[in-house]
């Protein structure tokens, strides 16, 4: 069984940034940060491949940056020039064995 904690979320104006933070209990096939907005689907921001490669939403390219450290247990996603679209409840998802993990989100505010 894989725990899944985040952190760092917070309220910010637009143009700032954030860092969130992913504390994993044990090794992940594969590590994410998923997003949910009031009133529509939980959608992908950023992950890591089972080969490590990064992938990245469309609309947080060039803005968000998913890392991780070497012993593959803690997951950042550093958020920078944030926009008001980017409010939203901002969740860990982690896979081994075919079984996804989801940690309990830390909510991230961008307004003026």
């Known amino acids: 069984q894989v725990q899944l904690v985040e952190s760092g979320g917070g309220l910010v104006q637009p143009g700032g940034s954030l860092r969130l933070s992913c504390v994993a209990s044990?090794?992940?096939?594969?590590m994410g940060w998923y997003r949910q907005a009031p009133g529509r689907q939980r959608e992908l921001v950023a992950r890591?491949?089972?080969?490590?490669?990064?992938s990245y939403a469309d609309s947080v390219k060039g803005r968000f940056t998913i890392s991780r450290d070497n012993a593959k247990t803690t997951m950042y996603l550093q958020m920078n020039n944030l926009k008001s679209e980017d409010t939203a409840v901002y969740f860990c998802?982690?896979?081994?064995?075919?079984?996804?993990?989801w940690g309990q989100g830390t909510q991230v505010t961008v307004s003026s």
């Open positions: 998802q982690a896979l081994r064995s075919s079984v996804v993990y």
């Open positions: 890591f491949t089972s080969v490590g490669i990064t």
């Open positions: 044990g090794n992940a096939l594969t």
